[in-house]
């Protein structure tokens, strides 16, 4: 497989803080990545970074292409949407539709025009009389009709109700996503987009604590329900995490031997969410 | 090259009001306060049975020698200039204000993260916003001076023409089509002549974190201070004036058109020739006059700083990432 993303020691220090510490990563075609963090953990000056909005040190190859020097053509084969909003307020469909349509030479109009006739948007509406929902769909049409190679997400969901959320994931996977392109999205709503990642990033304090597919998951990390005798034989198995629900508990378990797992309850996959909460532990403390 | 029109287009989405409506209102509300004046004046003489114009005044058209007669010219002129003028001063409010968000405020709204989303480099989005200001601006700020020159001037005659007077015989006498000469070849010098004050306003508006307004004004304003306190022009051998005359106010108030002619000393020749003979207000502002600045080094030093300054702001526009 051809890589889309390949960095190697990327490193970013604001004035006194170290957003990035010599991260390296390599990400694939035709796949969705999810890279999740808590607030502050280098989410997003990843994704800067890899959108050439940003400098830094180390090296960062994107497509071929170094983000820093090479924006303008790397922009042809980048699409990204920064959270919602960020739509000019003064600008109206018809002349966002317009401009794109003239400024970029991979998009596609008709397309385009077919994903705002599924909304409730028309021609003449400008972007501070809709909501935030609205928003999303007009600024999802605009990009679902580029033909790029890498669409980046950062927070692209961030207040929307779960309606219009559903909505946007879903049309991503049906009527944009293929073997040729790739999604790398960042989010705090995990259980959302769980089911469409193929693979899995966690940043923890400008670290990547965890990169891995989705599947690799499943075969490392277990989810135990143990009863209370059996808890502190599951203890010293050295868990990563442990919760108590009615009266039993929770035990998960990074790389522990399967057949252990199943003599003391029953196993299942940990959601990402667990996984997420365990890993991250005393981030804020 | 589609690109780069299509980057002026979204600047005249963006900026209608400022480009086109403030310089239409202007002018709408100049030529009703001036028929309101009109009427005023056809009342009150009405009332006081005082005679505007009439036979008395063709008459005294027929029997003027051929100085009158310029001076009539020249006062048709004159009100066909204050309205040009008045546009004028609004479009460089304008300019002014649109030059000092043109680079902040998609910062400020985070919307310039979807301009940065396509495939547009630094260079010319800077560059569509400097074309605005100095090229799009300007030239519905002309057009639409002209238009309203010019219903001024029929509005008169068409009043005077009420009282007898031949109003053909009035608009011959002013020098519309020099006007529309003269504000028409006006436009590639303002747009030379901006250069340096578009250039420091567009620089603090990709610098400045926020307020720009307030970097744009303070920073010339207290090293002018400063300079004027400790002389530093001594050491040149120049008064502290030329430092607030040629640094600070070109470097804000270049964007008023007409701002480079308290410059040019050939000018100054000529409002003292209009006081003598003139009958010719256009000579002040005709591009005999007014195009010798092109000799002046002032102009050309100006336009050197402004491209310097716009490669400063390219390069922060690069390179601010607050948003």
Known sequence: MNAVVT??????TYKNALALDHVSFRIDSGRIVGLIGPNGAGKTTALKAILGLTDFQGELNVLGL??????????????????????????????????????HPRFNRAKCEGFLARTKLTPDMRVKQMSKGMIVQLHLALVMAIDARLLVLDEPTLGLDILYRKQFYQSLLEDYFDENKTIIVTTHQVEEIEHILTDL?????????????????????????????KADVARRLKPLDERQVFGKSIFLFDGADRSVLEDMGEVRRPSISDLFVATMKGTYA | MKTFYWLLKREFWEHRGGFLWAPVITGVVFLVLNVMAVIAAEVLGARHGFHVGGDNLQMMIARADAGDIRQIGAGLDIAMLSSMGVIGIVMGIVVLFYCLGALYDDRRDRSILFWKSLPISNVNTVLSKVVSAIVVAPVIAVLVSLVVGLAQLVIYALVLSLHGVNAWQLIGLAHPFRAVGTLVSSIPLYALW???????????????????????????????????????????????????KNIVQRALLSVFPGSSLVYDDGSLTAGADFGDDGHDPLAVLSPMHTYGLLASPNLWIGVLAGVVLLAGAVWFRRMRDDS
């Open chain 1, 201 to 229: 990033m966690f940043i923890r304090d400008g670290k990547i604590v965890l990169d891995t597919d989705m599947d690799a998951v499943g075969e490392r990390f277990a989810e135990v329900l143990v009863s209370a005798d």
């Open chain 2, 194 to 244: 901006a250069v340096p004050a578009v250039g420091w306003l567009m620089f603090c508006s990709a610098w400045a974190r926020n307020k720009p307004f307030l970097w744009a004004v303070a920073v010339p304003a207290v090293i002018g201070l400063l300079v004027s306190w400790f002389g530093i022009m001594g050491l040149f051998n120049l008064p502290t004036a030329w430092f607030w």
């Open chain 1, 7 to 12: 960095a190697t020691g990327l490193t970013k």
């Open chain 1, 66 to 103: 170094d983000p820093r020097s090479q924006r303008d053509q790397l922009m042809e084969q980048v699409c990204f949407i920064a959270d919602v909003a960020v739509l000019p307020r003064w600008i109206r469909v018809r002349e966002a539709v317009d401009f794109v349509a003239n400024v």
